[in-house]
């Protein structure tokens, strides 16, 4: 069955100033331009980052670094997870901090980084932020400093909002796989014919994560997308997951002979199914259960990712969930 994609479509008060948080621009950063569009603002956002065709985080911080006259980039894991931002960046005095959840696997983590980085490069300012995500950030990045320091910041949240869109378009444009020549196009198409199920599935309670104007983009950059947007609506549903599936999941999987990969993947569909009603009754359970997460396989290129996703894909409308559910279900 062919689903069609949802329609959906971040300044700090000072304090002491030994200790103040800006979202200045400082000397050495790249200054503002006029931009004739923000797509031409995307991608001449790519041309000056001339990465090459694999790279991580590292690469991409240096770079940045390098950019923006040796002012420093920070990145550090913070929990997130169940959070509006899935990504955050504190401007300090003489550096920058990148927030990103720790439950991310390198593929996304690598993607919001690269939203935070393109906030930076692009000039964007910040916008004030609930209290809770405020202290969960100080607490974070400066846990010394007085509570009610942080006011506004850049965060990655919603992609309807006009900035939000355009970091969000420079991180995938950045990231993006070439997947459109043979023999990896044919791949691509099958793969992201399995993926866009669960894509349509896991982002209807959140088409906040969905990126607008990418439906008629090249091959590579719809499953990218698929990919990442799974990833973002995933963590918005880890709080919601019961702590009892991963026990449920290696009891029927074990009974049914499952190997490694399959139990993984079914690990992961029943996680999404139980999140998504846990969500939709509003049941958030107390802790995010990231473990199962951790214990997947680590998917450290978009390929693997997408193959990981598909085969979570197959196994999310199969029989071994039924029966993760039903155990789940029985007193």
């Known amino acids: 069955m062919r689903w069609r994609r949802s329609p959906a479509l971040r300044s700090l008060e000072p304090g002491d100033p030994g200790e103040r948080f800006t979202t200045r621009r400082h000397a050495g950063v790249i200054p503002q331009r006029r931009r004739a569009s923000k797509a031409d603002s995307c991608h001449r956002f790519v041309r000056e980052f001339a990465l090459p065709a694999e790279f991580g985080v590292p690469e ?28 955050m960046v504190v401007s300090r005095r003489r550096h920058d901090v990148i927030l990103y959840p720790e439950a991310a696997t390198p593929v996304h983590r690598r993607h919001i980084v690269a939203h935070e980085i393109a906030h930076l490069i692009l000039g964007h300012d910040g916008h004030a932020v609930s209290d809770d995500v405020a202290e969960l950030c100080r607490a974070t990045v400066a846990p010394h400093l007085p509570a009610g320091l942080i006011r506004r910041l850049l965060g990655r949240t919603t992609f309807a909002d006009a900035v939000e869109h355009e970091a969000e378009l420079a991180a995938t444009l950045l990231c993006r796989p070439d997947f459109d020549r043979p023999p990896l196009a044919e791949w691509a198409e099958a793969v992201l014919e399995e993926v866009e199920f669960l894509r349509s599935t896991i982002t209807a309670p959140f088409p906040e994560v969905v990126l607008g ?45 499952a190997d490694a990969a399959e139990r993984e ?40 990712e997408a193959e990981f996703l598909a085969g979570v894909a197959l196994a999310f409308d199969g029989g071994l969930v039924a029966r993760v559910r039903h155990a789940m279900a029985r007193p």
Request: net charge positive; with cysteine.
């Open 60 to 87: 991409l911080v240096s770079r940045a670094v390098a950019m923006r006259g040796g002012r420093q980039i920070e990145v550090k894991a913070a929990d997130l997870a169940g959070t509006t931002p899935t990504g």
């Open 213 to 257: 104007g990418v439906v008629d983009a090249d091959l590579g950059t719809r499953l990218y997308r698929a990919v990442v947007e799974i990833r973002d609506a995933r963590l918005k549903l880890l709080p919601y997951v019961p702590p009892e599936v991963s026990t449920a999941v290696d009891r029927v999987c074990r009974a049914a002979g």
């Open 265 to 304: 993947a079914v690990r992961a569909a029943a996680e999404i199914t139980t999140g998504l009603d846990g969500y939709a009754a509003g049941k958030r359970v107390s802790g995010v259960q990231v473990g199962a997460q951790r214990r997947a396989p680590v998917c450290r290129t978009v390929r693997d």
